[in-house]
């Protein structure tokens, strides 16, 4: 029975991917900051697990308590939005820590355990927003589009070891908490000459009709992990898709 460990399962897309693993006859290691155990059914084949992808030590106890990982999921992330000139380089750095380097610092806690098996795969969860930047989340674009480099790059040496690793796009995912649960992070980054700019951007999210679900990333996600072909990128989302060029891009 393969082992898969995901990042931020809290609630939204990895919450999401972990009861679809599962009811998929998968074990699962559900990580998080707090763990819940109200938020997943009770299974021998489940288990919830302490992480901060931002505290060195955190990673190294969870990577040993889940034990041999065959997939791993970097879903964990942050959200921003605010002007650009506004956001203090603290909030750029907490975004970063999360967002980036906390990927960069799970990879390279379990590649070394799935190269000597010869054998695994890395899911990267990333944004839409790496295919069509938007206004004022500069910041956050930034902190995905750095993991779309990092990813697009290990492939090949991870390919050379026998691993495989591949990036989820999701697109915009309004039904998730991602954006309530950044609201203090994002308070007074919208300074007043940017308010209606802001206001307008707002406005025209609220009609948005085509968007991501938590499902939509679930459904990528085991697409990814089953995915033997050289593509890396795998939109996730009605709207991610249509900006990806279609379900068949490989891009």
């Not at 806690?109 to 795969?121: D, K, L, N, T, Y």
């Not at 990528?220 to 995915?227: F, I, K, Q, S």
């Amino acid at each position: 029975m393969p082992t898969i460990l995901i990042t931020g399962c809290s609630s939204g897309y990895g919450l999401e991917t972990a009861r679809l693993f599962h009811a998929r006859g998968w074990s699962v290691v559900a990580t998080m900051r707090r763990p819940d155990p109200a938020l997943l059914p009770a299974s021998d084949r489940l288990r919830l697990v302490a992480l901060d992808v931002g505290e060195p030590a955190s990673i190294a106890a969870a990577v040993a308590e889940a034990g041999p990982i065959d997939v791993l999921v970097n879903n964990a992330g942050i959200g921003l939005f605010g002007a650009a000139e506004a956001t203090p380089m603290a909030t750029v750095r907490e975004v970063f820590e999360t967002n980036t380097f906390g990927v960069i610092a799970m990879c390279r806690a379990v590649i070394p355990a799935m190269r000597a098996r010869g054998a695994g795969r890395i899911v990267n969860v990333t944004s839409s927003a790496t295919l069509a930047p938007m206004p004022l989340v500069s910041v956050y674009t930034a902190s995905k589009a750095a993991v779309e480099g990092y990813t697009a790059s290990v492939e090949h040496e991870l390919r050379a070891v026998g691993l495989r690793v591949k990036l989820v796009e999701p697109g915009y995912g309004p039904g998730t908490r991602f954006t309530a649960n950044g609201q203090q992070r994002m308070a007074g980054l919208v300074p007043p000459a940017y308010a209606a700019f802001a206001q307008t951007m707002l406005g025209s999210l609220a009609k948005v009709t085509a968007f991501t679900q938590p499902q939509d990333v679930a459904e990528a996600v085991w697409e990814a992990v089953h995915d033997d072909s050289a593509r890396l990128r795998h939109a996730a989302g009605a709207d991610a898709v249509a900006l990806a060029g279609g379900p068949a891009c490989g891009h």
